[in-house]
């Protein structure tokens, strides 16, 4: 991870109302279809525009620069839905704490959503947008670019980059970020990814198991079980569980391994940045962790990293 500094370019609902205004949002949804195919016959990844039910099922929160929607090796599926979808602010976004009831506040990846009363940020509260950014796309051989430049209200700006890039021959997916701070406050927030698994549409079970790189406080959990670096014994949850640990850690110990032994299938992934926390996710079909990287830039600072996959099946050679 790299942070660089660069000259500053400047510039109370019920619940029926909050599914009211997520089902209109307030500005015209610049996405068109997308859909692309990086890899080779054995290897394929699969990009394209998040869904627009996504946004509106669970409200104006993933990135709109592309997502992974498929990944198969040799056949086989190691993705569910929605896949591979990036978020930046869980906990706090820029501009939210300034703005008063009606303006907007910056939500990176997708432009501007607006506050809707006095209650502090809540990711999966439907914010209306305000005003969508856009972005321009540009593709390779073994490679899709995205970039969004977006002013938004008050001196908020920033511009984003994300390629994804495909090494076929060894199964590998990377995910590279580039964000610049190009207004006039201080950024402080957070991103990750959702990392939507599912092995060949095989449910949650014990068979599945995830080997960490790093300790994690032991969660209060009944449909797991917490070892050394090591959560096994997964139970289905249909309704959906979630733990949070908030312990950090350095860039070194940035990596975890998702494997299923009846399957024979696993994905390694690693992070060139110190983990600010650690998250998983679970339902009766999905299981994902989520690798948090802070992000901090004062005006005119620039912020990479790397989100590196691995594809192997159980009688893979490499």
Not at 5 to 11: D, E, R
Not at 195 to 200: A, K, Q, Y
Not at 252 to 273: A, E, I, K, M, P
């Amino acid at each position: 991870m790299k942070t660089t500094q660069q000259k500053p370019t400047g510039t109370g609902s019920s619940r029926r109302a909050k599914t009211d205004k997520r089902k209109r949002p307030a500005a015209a949804c610049p996405m068109q279809p997308l859909q692309t195919v990086l890899g080779n016959a054995e290897f394929q990844v699969q990009i394209g525009m998040p869904p627009i039910n996504l946004l509106t099922e669970h409200g104006w929160r993933f990135d709109t620069l592309g997502g992974v929607t498929a990944v198969t090796l040799r056949g086989r599926h190691f993705l569910g839905w929605p896949g591979l979808v990036d978020e930046f602010g869980i906990v706090q976004t820029p501009g939210y704490d300034q703005a008063i009831p009606g303006e907007p506040f910056l939500k990176i990846g997708i432009g501007e959503l607006r506050r809707v009363d006095e209650e502090p940020y809540q990711f999966n509260q439907p914010y209306p947008v305000a005003r969508w950014g856009r972005w321009n796309v540009e593709k390779g051989d073994s490679q899709i670019s995205f970039r969004q430049n977006f002013a938004g209200h008050n001196g908020w700006a920033y511009t984003y980059n994300k390629i994804y890039q495909v090494e076929a021959g060894a199964a590998r997916l990377h995910i590279d970020y580039e964000l610049t701070n190009t207004g006039e406050h201080p950024f402080d927030t957070d991103q990750y990814n959702h990392n939507f698994f599912c092995f060949d549409g095989v449910e949650v079970s014990p068979s599945y198991s995830l080997q960490l790189g790093f300790p994690v406080v032991r969660p209060p959990a009944t449909w797991l079980r917490h070892g050394k670096n090591r959560l096994t014994d997964f139970h289905p949850v249909v309704a959906g569980s979630y733990f949070a640990s908030t312990q950090a850690a350095p860039a070194s110990q940035n990596r975890f391994r998702l494997s299923h032994q009846q399957t024979g299938q696993s994905v390694s992934v690693h992070g060139d940045y110190a983990m600010s926390r650690f998250a998983l996710w679970a339902n009766q079909f999905l299981l994902s962790p989520e690798v948090f990287v802070a992000v901090r830039l004062l005006p005119g600072q620039r912020l990479q990293w790397r989100r590196s996959y691995e594809f192997k099946l159980g009688a893979d050679p490499r």
